[in-house]
């Protein structure tokens, strides 16, 4: 059965405290990885797509990570703006995203 | 950016009564629209796509004749609730994508609360 999952259900770190946040999947012909923000009440924000092991794409504070079998999204020195629930999304069928249940992130100053 | 809105962004309704929620995008054509629905807690359930121009395909387990999509043109799609209950109270969320590759990114509208009573 396809599935994704990701852990720390929920990380509150202090503002600069840099930190990792896992997403494993188990989806057969996986087409790509994606991350998404979500804020309390809002849509997701698209933040990356991955597509095969080894790609690194990095925005600001964020870079994400794939492998074969998970991929991380790396947290470095935080600020209190980058608090929100992060997503991450498999894309197993044309278009079709199975999503983790999330990370809920709160960074503290 | 990409912009995709919904309409109303909450609505509370009678148990038994239809809701129509509202998926626009408003500055790109969109040729497959996605409607998902989140429990609190809980991850985005893809629940059907929709293509432009054609009937939409549900994902298992989601009730066809309970959830009606219309997706009637480029810019738009609907999500009717019929017979709304207690249970169906949930957030629900549209994607939008111009759907030239598989791997488009997908557009997320900012989602509608709704309530059951």
């Known amino acids: 059965e396809d599935q994704v999952t990701q852990s720390p259900e929920a990380l509150r770190l202090q503002e600069g405290e840099s930190s990792s946040l896992n997403c494993s999947y188990t989806v057969s012909g996986l087409r790509g990885l994606f991350w998404y923000r979500q804020d309390p009440g809002k849509g997701p924000e698209f933040l990356f797509t991955?597509?095969?092991a080894g790609e690194e794409k990095e925005k600001e504070r964020l870079k994400a990570t794939l492998t074969k079998k998970e991929s991380f999204l790396h947290i470095t020195a935080p600020k209190p703006e980058d608090s929100a629930t992060y997503l991450c999304a498999a894309a197993y069928s044309w278009g079709k995203l199975q999503f983790g249940a999330g990370t809920q992130v709160v960074v503290t100053p | 950016g990409a912009v995709v809105s919904q309409h109303p962004s909450w609505v509370i309704c009678k148990s038994g009564t239809s809701v129509k929620i509202e998926c626009r995008s408003l500055?790109?054509?969109?040729?497959?629209m996605f409607w998902y629905r989140q429990f609190p807690k809980q991850s985005l359930m893809l629940m059907a796509t929709?293509?432009?121009?054609?009937?939409?395909?549900?994902e298992q387990g989601v009730e066809k004749d309970k959830f009606l999509i219309n997706h009637a043109s480029l810019t738009l799609s609907t999500l009717t609730v019929t017979s709304a209950h207690p249970e169906d109270s949930s957030f629900y969320i549209c994607?939008?994508?111009?759907?030239?590759?598989?791997?488009?990114?997908?557009?997320f509208g900012p989602g509608t609360r709704l309530t059951v009573l």
């Open positions: 991955l597509y095969s």
């Open positions: 994607s939008a994508t111009t759907g030239t590759s598989q791997y488009d990114e997908q557009f």
């Open positions: 500055d790109f054509q969109a040729t497959t």
């Open positions: 929709s293509n432009e121009g054609s009937k939409a395909t549900y």
